[in-house]
């Protein structure tokens, strides 16, 4: 399975643009970005995901580098509601026995000050 | 529309008894996975099942662990004998077919003393 690479932890200031980075170099054509974030004690949420273009939600940007090797969330103004552990995933989209597979890494550790 | 609905949302179970634990989907959803998340680490997969199916097991410690989807729809999760070291918070998500969002539970929190 294509792994995914994060920081463990980053800071931000509310109402500052946050830029969570993520690696994955050896994802293959078939495999999605997907990025989810976890709040405290609750399950984890979907937050965006995409393949090659640059995609945005009214939560969030995903921002994919032309190689595919690396993405980027962005945050456009960080609220003390977006604490929280973000995780970059590969969820592939063929068959085999990856298909549909969503692995979770350890993920990043946003704390946001006020 | 209506979320995933786990339960029980807390238990506290003795070393070697058995537990287990639901999860209803949400509806028309085909894809549904069982996670176990010890506590300061990521979720961990533990089943994935397609309808009725299982897609990949290969993280669920058979021996003590059981899962079921009959119909394919609603699901449980058992453990039996428990050991200390399932304590943990286990969830349980469904998606559509495709290229879709995961939708997570509230997970049930398991204690085993």
């Known amino acids: 399975d294509a792994k995914t690479t994060q920081p463990n932890s980053m800071e931000s200031n509310e109402e500052e643009p946050v830029h969570l980075p993520c690696n994955h170099s050896t994802i293959s054509g078939t495999d999605y970005i997907h990025w989810y974030r976890q709040l405290p004690s609750q399950g984890p949420e979907y937050v965006i995901h995409?393949?090659?273009s640059n995609v945005n939600n009214r939560m969030a940007s995903l921002a994919i580098a032309e190689d595919r090797k690396s993405s980027t969330l962005i945050l456009h103004r960080a609220t003390l509601r977006d604490a929280a552990v973000y995780y970059c995933i590969l969820l592939r989209n063929a068959g085999g026995t990856s298909y549909g597979k969503l692995t979770f890494g350890q993920g990043t550790i946003l704390t946001v000050h006020p | 529309e209506a979320g995933v609905a786990q339960s029980p949302r807390y238990k506290i179970i003795e070393k070697r008894q058995s537990v287990a634990f639901w999860c209803n989907p949400i509806?028309?959803?085909?894809?549904l996975y069982w996670y176990q998340q010890i506590l300061g680490q990521g979720p961990k997969l533990l089943i994935q099942?397609?309808?009725?199916?299982?897609?990949?097991d290969s993280q669920l410690p058979k021996d003590r662990f059981s899962a079921e989807r009959l119909k394919g729809v609603d699901s449980t999760l058992k453990i039996q004998p428990a050991k200390l070291e399932d304590s943990a918070v286990y969830l349980c998500?469904?998606?559509?077919?495709?290229?879709?969002?995961?939708?997570f539970g509230q997970g049930t929190r398991l204690t085993v003393v």
């Open positions: 099942f397609q309808n009725n199916g299982v897609v990949d």
């Open positions: 998500a469904s998606r559509r077919t495709g290229v879709t969002e995961a939708f």
């Open positions: 995409g393949l090659t």
């Open positions: 509806s028309g959803h085909a894809t």
